[in-house]
């Protein structure tokens, strides 16, 4: 397979994990802010800077308002993280390598940008948001199991796979960050621990998770064993160490894979033998921001083993290890 | 009102399928009487079956024109098949093979000796001023000696029944997909047509063109590797490249994806590592091959791909430089390439021109503008034509500028009366204006594809059939009938 299909299927997964992941990073949001105490406006600015934008947002913004950030992270195409952003990716991507594709594969991204690009716009305030961005996460998931149910399950499904779980875990960590931040800060005049258990409901319900989490762990919902679930719940499809190990599968099965295979062993490693439920917000935080790092080292593996060719073309350029080159290709 | 064949009128063109009004011809009666027997409602619902295979099947192409998100056009169709007999086609198919083997000759003696330039047949100016001719590849052999492997040759019509030439297209010739598409779209809409009719298939054309591209690897291997270069989805072609890339079981590649080593051998970027190419159909002109040779700043080609090809480590089809001889001047010297290298008479006629280069013609075609179609010598897909007859005062006079500033740019030719062939119009037949691309393969052996693409003019009146103007298609059924 060439390596720049290859890359193009891997973004179009992660695209497409994105704007999934986007819509319920939102709807995390506003349902967080529902289920705090009257007096208590935490604002929005902490989900532009989860997101990453923090720089880009005050290009364009003074305030952080609810109305700047929704418009912002949802339907702004000039904000590259947006969730139409995400989408128009997707499809960009998926457009070049469209003759790997289902037929009908190409078509539901294509309809789904579309669609998103004409609604999402007028359906910004937030009793038609929440519908908007459910139905949004609905056509990701639709596409992400017919791509499952439709396509050959080659190398190019194999890319498919990683993109979207690296990006998966990468995005349940940032809903984890969303989540502890808020808790990290203190209101005077306001006893926040009445509230906490409702929060933690809505953190699971908002990613889908509140039914698995009841069934596996058997327990009253608490920041704990949510903390433990989030994190590393193997069966659960959506923990950050699950993903991995999808991540891990998916790369056993392509050639010279030892590089990026020991990444993300070392990674999973590392995340098995961490005890999250003990940390504090600060330190979950900081897990977090540490996790996303050896994630980005993930990613740069695998790009540099089979999206990128400097090494590959400087060993073409000796005639005398070219050999090495053909053996190593071999394996 | 449905099909009333005594109304079809194309009074003055040759039409491809009716002989005079409610007379089909020979080989069209069957079709003529199948599409005559249907009221409006199966001619809309025939129509509507077409389009809506057309849009599943994916059929597109794309205008430049349009702005973004509209690269995808579902590709025009007309469901009235335009039919030729097999007797005639067989004549046609000597007369393209005659052709390209003297074309080929051509260019490889315009590589090499310039005999045919020494021997005056040809006049050398027009070689050292044309826009094609690539001094890089001056002593080159490429494999069997051929250069143009793939041509299209678009043939008209005129009044009087005669076929003739009308440009050959040796660059990178695009279409065929569309020809097999087409024919794939009438499978489905008229099964039983093809029933009653013995109409011979087209479909083998991938297969052919596979094996035509891998005999000319140099290398041993049981299948060598054959790749398509595109330069990508934004190309007006694009359908067609991933369409035969798949057809054929190739790479669809963009020069990102290949890489020249210091060995001259040219390799791909797999997930797998570098891994070697023997054949490029390429589809990107020349100048954007290779950046070490030609335009420095193209992005779509792959620096050392000459010296590569060079070395004869990697067969380019067609050959750089090939389109010297798809020069609209040069056309006009086929007949005496033809005579040159094969001493033989042409069987397929030239439609006859002015060049401007020369004096005497030039003042023809200034006197005579409002009668003449001038051409420039290497445009394509219809553009900087001038129609005399249709153009106004203004514009005849501007073109007159440019041929005196450049006449080596311009020839001229009489309008011709292009055939027609009837059209489903709402849901009556009209007759609209046609021409044929049939493709010609050159390796090893050679093949002509069964028929080609038909282009049709879908605005009344109009003989401008390319699809980036307005055009549209039909199926081509070259067929068998008895008494011919």
């Known amino acids: 397979m060439l390596s720049r299909v290859a890359e193009r299927i891997y973004w179009m997964g992660r695209y497409l994990e994105r704007a999934e992941n986007t819509a319920r990073l939102i709807n995390v949001n506003t349902l967080l802010l529902l289920d705090l105490p009257k007096g208590v406006s935490l604002g929005w600015q902490p989900l532009v800077d989860i997101m990453g934008s923090t720089e880009q947002f005050a290009e364009h913004f003074t305030e952080a308002s609810e109305r700047n950030v929704v418009r912002f992270l949802i339907a702004d195409e000039k904000n590259p993280a947006s969730l139409l952003s995400s989408l128009k990716f997707a499809r ?9 594709l289902p037929g009908e594969g190409w078509e539901r991204i294509n309809d789904l940008f579309l669609k998103a690009k004409a609604d999402l716009p007028s359906g910004l305030a937030r009793g038609r948001r929440y519908d908007n961005l459910v139905e949004a996460i609905a056509a990701c998931q639709q596409i992400t199991g017919m791509l499952a149910g439709t396509m050959l399950h080659n190398e190019g499904y194999d890319f498919l796979r990683i993109g979207r779980n690296l990006e998966r875990a990468d995005m349940t960590t940032r809903i984890i960050d969303v989540r502890t931040a808020y808790v990290g800060t203190s209101v005077p005049g306001v006893e926040l621990e009445p509230f906490l258990h409702a929060q933690w409901l809505s953190l699971l319900r908002s990613i889908s998770a509140y039914q698995a989490y009841w069934l596996k762990v058997q327990a009253p919902v608490r920041r704990q064993e949510v903390l433990e679930f989030l994190f590393k719940e193997r069966q659960f499809p959506r923990s950050v160490l699950h993903c991995i190990g999808e991540v891990a599968g998916a790369i056993e099965r392509l050639p010279r894979n030892v590089v990026p295979l020991t990444t993300a062993g070392k990674l999973a490693a590392h995340l098995d033998k961490r005890r999250v439920s003990r940390m504090d917000d600060a330190a979950v935080h900081a897990f977090v921001d540490r996790l996303q790092l050896k994630l980005s080292q993930l990613h740069e593996s695998i790009a540099a083993t089979y999206f990128q060719f400097a090494t590959m073309d400087a060993r073409l350029r000796s005639g005398r290890k070219r050999k090495s080159a053909a053996a190593t290709a071999g394996n | 009102m449905a099909i009333d064949w005594r109304q079809y009128q194309a009074e003055g063109f040759f039409d491809e399928l009716i ?16 599409l005559g027997a249907l009221n409006d409602q199966e001619l809309a619902h025939y129509r509507s079956a077409a389009e809506l295979a057309i849009r599943t099947m994916g059929i597109t192409f794309t205008v430049y024109s349009e702005g973004d998100g509209s690269i995808d056009r579902a590709w025009p169709f007309d469901v009235v098949p335009r039919i030729i007999a097999r007797s005639e086609w067989e004549q046609i198919e000597r007369g393209l093979k ?29 070689i050292a001023n044309s826009r094609d001719f690539r001094e890089q590849c001056m002593g080159i052999n490429p494999p069997h000696g051929i250069w143009a492997h793939i041509c ?30 087409n024919r794939q779209v009438m499978k489905r809409v008229f099964p039983d047509l093809f029933e009653n009719y013995s109409i011979l298939p087209v479909d083998d054309y991938p297969a052919q063109l596979f094996d035509c591209l891998s005999a000319l690897s140099r290398r041993r291997s049981k299948r060598p590797e054959v790749v398509v270069l595109t330069p990508g989805i934004y190309n007006s072609a694009y359908f067609e ?22 060995d001259d051998c040219v390799y791909m970027r797999t997930i797998e590592g570098l891994s070697r190419v023997d054949v490029i159909y390429r589809r990107i002109d020349d100048l954007f091959l290779d950046p070490e040779v030609f335009r420095e700043d193209s992005q779509l080609g792959v620096p050392g791909l000459m010296r590569a090809w060079r070395k004869g480590n990697v067969a380019l089809a067609n050959a750089p430089g090939s389109g010297v001889a798809d020069d609209k001047v040069i056309y006009t010297y086929v007949p005496k390439i033809i005579r040159y290298y094969l001493d033989q008479d042409p069987i397929l006629p030239n439609v006859p021109s002015y060049l401007c280069v020369n004096k005497d013609e030039r003042e023809y075609v200034l006197a005579n503008l409002d009668k003449l179609v001038v051409k420039p010598a290497n445009e394509s897909g219809g553009y900087g034509m001038l129609i005399g007859p249709a153009a106004s005062r203004k514009e005849r006079e501007a073109f007159a500028d440019l041929i005196r500033r450049q006449p080596r740019n311009y020839m001229a030719q009489p309008m011709l009366s292009l055939s027609t062939a009837p059209t489903l119009i709402d849901s009556h037949a009209e007759p609209r204006h046609l021409d044929l691309r049939p493709f010609i393969l050159s390796g090893k052996k050679t093949y002509v594809t069964t028929g080609g693409l038909t282009r049709v003019a879908l605005r009344k009146g109009s003989t401008v059939v390319n699809s980036s103007q307005g055009g549209g298609s039909k199926d081509t059924w070259i067929v068998d009938v008895e008494g011919n």
């Open chain 1, 92 to 100: 960009e991507n998926a457009r070049t390598v469209r003759d790997t």
């Open chain 2, 19 to 34: 002989a005079s009004p409610g007379k089909p011809r020979h080989a069209a009666g069957e079709l003529c009487r199948f």
């Open chain 2, 98 to 126: 005659q052709r390209v083997q003297a074309l080929n000759l051509f260019i490889d003696d315009l590589y090499h000796r310039q005999r045919i330039l020494k021997d005056g047949v040809v006049p050398r100016e027009l």
């Open chain 2, 152 to 181: 299209g040759s678009d043939l008209v019509r005129d009044k009087d029944g005669t076929v003739y030439v009308l440009e050959d297209n040796l660059r990178v010739p695009s279409g065929v997909s569309y020809m097999l598409e």
């Open chain 2, 241 to 262: 490249h991933a369409y035969l890339a798949q057809q054929m079981g190739a790479e669809l590649v963009e020069g990102s994806d290949l890489v020249v080593g210091d």
